[in-house]
Each structure stands twice: as C-alpha cells, then as structure tokens.
C-alpha cells in the first residue's frame, strides 16, 4: 500500500478539524503500516490483500451466523438441557457481556501488538469456543464456552476492520470494507434459518458444529497468508489499569440492561450494577487523562466527523435492534405466523441489508462519509415511520425491506466510515470504540424498547404499541440525520470539512 502520510486532496477522505485536537494529520490519511519481522507478504502484495480478505469475511461471516442463529436455538437449550427460558438466555446475554467489554481492549491490541497476531487470537478462542458449546453437558459449561466465543469474537471484529484498512491501498478500501461486510451480512441474513433449520431437526448443537470448521478455515487462512501492521509510534505496552476499569465498566453496564427488565429496574442488583459501570466510568476516564500511554485517545473525540459517525452509526444500530424485535413479535403475536413463515417475511430486508456492505464500498469514493450516514438515517427513518401505518402484505414487506435497507446500511457503513476519517494507525482502537458505542446502545435500545412494551400493553392493544414505539425511533433517526447534516454544513462554512460533492470513481 502506499506510505505517503499525506493524504490531502484524497477524493474518499473527509479531513479532521485542524489543529492539535484532531488525532491524526488528515481525515484517512494513509500513515504507513509496519510489517511485523517474518510477517510473510508485505501490505501491498496482490496474495496477501485476497488473503486478508477471505480470512476476514470468513470469520466475520461465522460470527454473524452463529449469533443470529443462537437466537433461534433458545427452546431447544431449554429443553434438552432442562433449565428455564429465563436461565437459557444467559447464553445469549453472557455472549454480549463479553462481545461488549473487549472490543475496544480488542481494537487497542491490534494497534499495539500486531493485527495478524490478534486476528489468530480471536479466530483461535472462537473456534475453541464453539467447539466447547457443541460439547456443553450443561448450562455452566455453554455459557463459559459462550463467554470464550464472545472474547474473540470482541478480538477478531475491530481488528479485522484495522487489517482491511491497512493492507488494501487507498483507492480500494473502501470497496473491500464494503464486500466484507456485504459477506458478513450474509451470515447475518442465514442465521435465522440455519438456527430454526438446525434447532429443529438434527439439535441446535450443530449450530456450532458448523461454525467451527469455518471459523478455523478462517484461522487457517490467516495464518497462512495475512501480513502483519501496527501502529508505528504505539509503545509495546497495554494500559492495563484502564483496560480492567473499561472490561469493569461495560461488563456491569451491559448485565444491568441486559438483565434490568427480568430483576426489575429498581431491583438492587440492577441498580448496584449500574453504581459499578458510572463507578468504573469515572475511574477510566480519570486514568485515561493521566496515562502514559492510554487506551484510548480522547483526542479521538474531538474528531468531529468520527463523533458523527459514531452516533449516527450507533442510531441506526439501535434502530435495527428495535425493529427486529418489534417485527418479530408482530409477525408471530398479532400475524399469526409460525417461525418458519415470518423467516420468509425477513428475507426481503435481510437481503438488503446483506447488500449494504457492497452499496456503502460503492458510495464512499462518491459521496462523503457524514452525507452517507445522513442518507441511511433519512432512508432508516422514513421506513420505521411507514412500516408503523402499513396493513397490507403487499406493502408491508417491501416497506419492511426499505427499512432494512437504510437501518443495515446506517450500522454497516459506520465501520466503513471512521476508517475514512481516522489515520490507518489508528484504525483498531477507533473501530473497537465504535463497535462498543454500537453493540452497548444497542442493548440498551432493546431493554427501552422491552421496558415499554410493559408499559404500554395493559393500556393498548400490542400492535398499537409496536407502531408508537416505531414512529418514536423512526423520529428520532430522522432528527439526528438532520443534526449529522447541520453540523456538516457548519463545518463546511468554517472551512474545517470540504464541501458535499458527487466525485466520480
């Protein structure tokens, strides 16, 4: 890849505010990556860009299959391992606990220490992982191994975004993030029906039997062919008190939401955990300010675009989470739908949504990254807004479908984007934040979301409840669309972004 550090006049690039505040010297800038000694293949050979990308796109694909797929699979856990419903989610909520809390110890380690070594790591520990879920005897045993699965998960998702940034030259980054995720969205649309296939007929075991032998092809394939990158001027060495106070902070953060509608909100145990994460918090926060060598830049969020990015990307993340759920509910509660039938009804969108990766690597050299989350948040909102008033099946769907066309392409292109606006030195640590920021409010939406459906049902009936709670977040897409786009066009009167232009290829 190319190492001029200066990528000024970049036609995919979308510069940072000047002066000091910013993290890097531009908006994308194409700071050289170091090949770690003995890497094999340097960043720019042919081999080692289609290695990269397969063993990325694999292992990303597995991730998304197995977690969409597990929700599915909660009954059959149930049953064959005769435990409550409420006791089997642990095997989802103990997933995200740990997804939650090491993204961004995942984004930092790659930067630091070397992407292949940490993209190994974490395709190691999710193969591992699933191997042990597929032989679980008991409910302890799966949720330990499901822990382990979410750890490397949580490892192999920022840094695979930093490997793609880093070893694909600038003129095609943006359309490799793009097809990568357009693959991992394709897990993302199979999950369902490989859960409710698999739970069905031969055990929700093979689940993970299927993803195993993937995900160590992808390991395999790492192995063999990604090179090595790290930020250059990172010291080797981690903040590990900030890494305990964050993995702290998020993991009680996350285990309040997740766990707050089941013990109550006011329930001591919810309310001590959400005492720990503001406790943490602060701790991070202070720890971050005096350390050496911090976890993370807090310079990073003074990036204005990235901050609009982020919560953009974040909405729409949210967004999708609520609408699934809703949807869901809909087609099953008030449709009548079996599980296998409203599946069918999920096709068209997570068709579209699988096409966001390629859509959002096509509209990057065209169009900046800020008007792009814009446009996703204008499209994401309109269709909440319209699937709320919607009856009739023959326009339910492709309303359904418009909807998950701009929720998919406001969370995928998120990840596209901050690479555009942050230095590829930085790409792991600004990608492991971005997918907390992501995967946290998104939890936090759907326990919301839950929240008031509790509240609401007694009073309505539950169809008028999905559509209120529908109309509130396609409004509240729309609005922060309108402030991503405000706040551009403020930047760009005083010179800090350049203006919105449609470039060609």
Not at 106 to 112: E, F, I, K, M, P
Not at 181 to 189: E, H
Request: charge should be positive; proline fraction near 8%.
């Amino acid at each position: 890849m190319p190492t001029d550090p200066s990528s000024a006049g970049s036609p995919s690039a979308e510069p940072l505010p000047a002066g000091p505040a910013a993290p890097g010297p531009d908006a994308g800038g194409t700071a050289p990556a170091v090949p770690a000694s003995g890497a094999g293949a340097g960043p720019g050979d042919r081999a080692a860009r289609r290695g990269a990308f397969a063993a990325v796109a694999l292992a990303l694909f597995c991730i998304q299959v197995d977690f969409f797929a597990l929700n599915l699979a909660i009954p059959g856990i149930s049953a064959e391992l005769a435990v409550t419903p409420a006791a089997a989610q642990w095997t989802l909520s103990a997933y995200m606990l740990a997804v939650g809390c090491f993204f961004i110890v995942g984004g930092r380690l790659g930067d630091v220490f070397g992407r292949r070594r940490t993209l190994l790591a974490g395709a190691a520990l999710f193969t591992a992982g699933s191997v042990a879920c597929a032989l679980a005897p008991g409910l302890g045993a799966l949720v330990a191994a499901r822990i382990v699965q979410g750890i490397g998960a949580a490892l192999v998702f920022p840094v695979s975004v930093s490997v793609i940034t880093n070893v694909f030259p600038e003129a095609g980054r943006a359309r490799a993030l793009g097809a990568v995720f357009g693959v991992a969205n394709i897990g993302t649309a199979l999950g369902p029906f490989v859960g409710g296939g698999l739970t069905e007929g031969p055990g929700w075991r093979w689940i993970f039997w299927l993803v195993a032998p993937l995900s160590a092809l992808s390991l395999l394939i790492a192995l063999l062919k990604v090179p090595d990158s790290r930020d250059p001027d990172a010291p080797r060495q981690l903040d590990l008190p900030g890494c305990l106070t964050v993995v702290v902070g998020l993991a009680a953060l996350t285990l309040a939401v997740e766990r707050g509608s089941a013990w109550g909100w006011d329930h001591p145990r919810t309310l001590v955990a959400f005492g720990i994460a503001v406790l943490a918090g602060a701790l991070f926060m202070l720890r971050e300010r005096r350390a050496r060598h911090p976890l993370i830049d807090l310079g990073l969020f003074r990036n204005v675009p990235y901050v609009l990015v982020t919560g953009m990307g974040s909405i729409a993340n949210m967004g999708y989470g609520v609408t699934v759920f809703l949807a869901t509910l809909y087609l099953q509660g008030v449709r009548g739908l079996s599980p296998l039938a409203a599946g069918v009804v999920f096709l068209a969108p997570a068709v579209l949504v699988a096409l966001t990766g390629p859509l959002g690597g096509w509209l990057s050299p065209r169009v900046r990254p800020t008007a792009v989350m814009a446009l996703a948040g204008v499209v994401a909102g309109t269709g909440m807004l319209a699937l709320s008033v919607v009856e009739a099946w023959w326009l339910y769907v492709p309303v359904f479908a418009w909807c998950g066309l701009g929720l998919g392409l406001g969370w995928t292109f998120s990840s596209v984007a901050t690479q555009q606006v942050v230095p590829p030195a930085r790409a792991g640590e600004a990608s492991g934040v971005l997918l907390t920021f992501l995967v946290t409010l998104g939890a936090i939406a759907l326990a919301a979301a839950a929240s008031a459906l509790t509240a609401l049902t007694p009073e309505r009936p539950p169809e008028e409840a999905y559509d209120l709670i529908l109309r509130v977040g396609g409004v509240v897409i729309l609005a922060a669309a309108a402030v991503v786009m405000a706040v551009r066009r403020r930047l760009v009167r005083r010179g800090v972004l350049p203006p919105l232009s449609v470039r060609g290829s």
